[in-house]
């Protein structure tokens, strides 16, 4: 059974920076993407960014300049790096894996961003 393993959450300062961690437990054919996701608290879960397989990333407009994602495919692993992180980043990110059949998810970790 596939499980995704989300790290790297906390508590962090206005202007301060948080890497966040995802791997994949288990075999996973015909992944499309890997991704993160985060849910701010009253508010519809939205994409934060996403890496094909061939390492194409796509940004949502508010990660855009500050949040670099990676993956390593020997470790089923993609990681998030955020720099420069704003009080309006604060939601619970989650780990998203996208394949031929359908998506994985993460539970989530927490990030707040005090300011």
């Known amino acids: 059974q596939v499980q995704l393993v989300e790290s790297g959450g906390g508590l962090v300062q206005a202007g301060g920076s948080l890497r966040l961690s995802c791997t994949a437990s288990g075999t996973i054919f015909g992944i499309n993407a890997m991704g993160w996701y985060r849910q701010a608290p009253g508010k519809q879960r939205e994409l934060v960014a996403d890496?094909?397989?061939?390492?194409?990333?796509n940004y949502a407009d508010s990660a855009k300049g500050r949040f670099t994602i990676s993956r390593d495919n020997a470790k089923n692993t993609v990681y998030l790096q955020m720099n420069s992180l704003k009080p309006e980043d604060t939601a619970v990110y989650y780990c998203?894996?996208?394949?031929?059949?359908?998506?994985?998810w993460g539970k989530g970790t927490l990030v707040t961003v005090s300011s």
């Open positions: 998203n894996v996208n394949y031929w059949g359908g998506d994985y």
């Open positions: 890496i094909t397989s061939g390492r194409s990333t």
